[in-house]
């Protein structure tokens, strides 16, 4: 038995750094993705961890833990300019689930369809299922990658949802949140999970000051911090939302994760435009580079892309053939087409590097050369290893 445990112990620890080997020496273009300063991981690991705690003060030892959730609150309303914020929940698909519990226990949801490239996780094969709610999808236009107008509002006249979530998966352009939220009542939220980091840099939409009551969001895509969500708002509705959060949706927070997200914040509040800034400029390069070398990729007419997402266009079959072949030269992408730049930009490439990452694309997707790829990809590692918008690389 001894002999067997260290042995499997050991296989553990060979499969972690085997993992840690590869994507190191990948070049990661997953737009769900992002890359944590070190300063912010080794919060992760420290003693918060192991600890637990409850509102009621049921537990004891907790007074630095309220502390660090108090100032991980008081940064996130700083730095997206809200009334309240709440940092407790562990993923952006519980905060959707707490919209839908607390606003919407019957009826219809209005969101983008999953085929349209919003969330499944609130579509009819998602939570409304478990919920027994309807679902109802915004009129979309595929060519420009966005919500319709008229057709929008004729629909919320028509079919009167309970609850709306603007913000979508595949997002490439701000949603028309201002145009259609003021003509429907009912609570507005606003999903930011892709482009909170973009909001946060004041570079995107500003949903709150457009008509949207919620703002909730995963804090580990275009804002480089932890896995986890976050619920901002300046509705007072969000009192009640906070108090039914306890017990109902989350029981014990994760201390270390709250801790390493506030510095996250703190991150942000200081480099956050900047950041944000050369995520969409990088995501414009690349689409442009790709375009150029015929590569195929949507929405040229609009400029391609004014987040951090480039989409090819390709459809479904495609696409998953383009995410292996990429694969096989160290390019890591999703199987949708979808690429995103978060995270070569926080390891400071800019533009000129964007041509590089085009053309090693292109090389693949066009001309099956792997090789010429990943001398390009080796390349780039090798000169870009540290990361850049944070106060410790």
Known sequence: MEDEIHNLVEKLKSLIKDHEFYRENCLNLIASENIMSKEARKILSSDLVHRYTSRDKFYRGTRFLDEIESFAVEQ???????????????????????MILLFCKEGKILSVSWKNGGYPGISDTGLSSLLKLSNIYFPYDEERMNIKIKESLELIEREKPNLIFFGSSFIL??????EIAPFFNGVKVYDASHVLGLIAGRRFQKPLEEGCNFIIGSTHKSFPGPQGGILLSNDDRFLELEKNIQLKIVDNAHWNRIASLAYSLLEMRYFGEKYAEQIIRNAKALAKGLDELKVRVKAKELGFTNSHQVILDYDSKESVIIADKLERANIIVDSGGRIGVNEITRKGMKEEEMDKISQALASVILKDNYEEAKSIVEKLIKDFNTLHFTFSA
Do not use: E, I
């Open 76 to 98: 996130a309303k700083r730095l997206f300019n809200c009334k309240y914020a709440d940092v407790r929940l562990l993923s952006g698909h519980l905060c959707n689930m707490a």
């Open 173 to 178: 352009f701000t949603q028309p949140v201002k």
